[in-house]
C-alpha cells in the first residue's frame, strides 16, 4: 500500500471481522530520506511582526498617558506609540524571516515509501481469507492482497 490511510482502512475491515486490533500493525517500509528547505515567507512574517508591534506600541503608549505628564496630547502619545511599534516589530519581523530563511536550514526527515499490514502468523490464514477477492465497504476498492512480509510475527 503506498498510503498510510490504505493502510487504515484495511485494518478496520479485518476489525470489523472480529480480529484483535491489538494484534494488527501498519508498518512503514521502504524507508527513504527526504530533504527540504523549511521556507518561511518573509513579508508575511514582516507584516505580522508589524501588526504584533503596533499592538504592543499602542498599550505602551496608553501606559504612558496614564502614568507619565508629558507636554505632547494623548493621541499624539498614542500615534507616535503605533509608529514605532510597528517600526520596530517590522524589523523584527523581517530579520525572524532572513534568519528562519537561511541556506544551512534544511530539515531532514526519514519517510516510508509503502505501508504493510501485518498480523501474527497464527492469524495470517483468516485475515488472508477476509481479505481475498473483496471490496473495502466505504469506497469500493480492491482491498489490498496479503504479501508473504505478513507472516512476520507481531
Known sequence: MSRFDD?????????????DAARLEVVGAGLRQASRRRAVPVVRLTAVGALQGALLGVLAAVFITLVAETTLTG???VVWGFVYGVLVGALWGLFRGLVHNRPEAVTTETLPTRYEVRCPADELAVAQTLLANTTAPDDGRLAPQPTAEHKDAA
Do not use: F, K, P
Open 7 to 19: 493502510a487504515q482502512r484495511t485494518v478496520e475491515y479485518l476489525r470489523s471481522y472480529g480480529m
Open 75 to 77: 493621541l499624539a502619545v
